[in-house]
């Protein structure tokens, strides 16, 4: 069976000032599905590079990205826009959900993108808000909700497509210690019932030692801790 996803040898590099900036120099991470992966790494040593090329949001100078056995760097744009939407969930540090729509209508966005069924997708989305303890918020915006809950309605969306794997770029990082504590616990829960494979980038140590295991990006490359 094929692994959820592999960083094969990953290389990128920048020019900035007239010189050369190694952000990669052969980074490698194979997770399975269900895995959670804690992603370590001082500010500025390309975590959240690696995450946008695992996304296949930006493509690598080397190496390949291989997603349930199929080689990104072999397909066209419109091939990479498909596989991303189907199979890959995005969550950030800051939540990005759109301020004029409900928790409700945030979450039901990629699955109506998906041309979901209208009906089809509320349910979906009022399901996932309601394991994320937000049955009672649906009709909220986020400007009504607190940082903890855009957050977790930022979960909901990235689950809402059912992607196989999840990238996380400091999800708790603009939350208080508790907040981030039971934010997290959601998260890990999620992961394990749906069989995610999720890549989570943080600077905390301790919420990474809660996760399966933990790689630390030092000198652009990928090293267990």
């Known amino acids: 069976m094929s692994a959820a996803i592999q960083l094969q040898n990953i290389e990128r590099r920048f020019r900035q000032g007239g010189r050369t900036l190694e952000v990669l120099t052969g980074a490698s991470l194979t997770l399975q599905a269900g895995e959670v992966v804690g992603l ?75 041309q979901a069924d209208k009906d089809e997708a509320r349910q979906k989305a009022g399901g996932l808000l309601d394991r994320l303890g937000l049955a009672d ?18 979960i909901a969306r990235a689950l809402a497509n059912g992607p196989s794997i999840l990238l996380a770029d400091e999800p708790t990082g603009n939350l208080d210690e508790a907040t981030a504590e039971r934010v997290l616990n959601v998260f890990l829960e999620l992961a394990q019932e749906q069989r995610v494979a999720a890549i989570v980038a943080t600077h905390n140590t301790d919420l990474a030692k809660r996760m399966d295991r933990v790689v630390l990006l030092k000198d652009g490359q990928l090293h267990a801790e």
């Open 137 to 154: 918020r649906l009709s909220h915006r986020p400007m009504q909700l607190s940082g903890g809950e855009q957050q977790r309605v930022a």
């Open 40 to 114: 370590l790494g001082q500010s500025g040593s390309g975590k959240s590079t690696l995450l946008q090329i695992a996304g296949l949001l930006e493509k690598p100078d080397a190496g390949e990205v291989v997603i349930e056995g199929a080689a990104a760097g072999r397909l066209s744009d419109n091939e990479r826009t498909r596989l991303r939407r189907r199979r890959l969930g995005f969550v950030y540090q800051f939540h990005y959900l759109l301020p004029e729509f409900s928790a409700e209508e945030n979450v039901m966005l990629p699955l109506r993108i998906a």
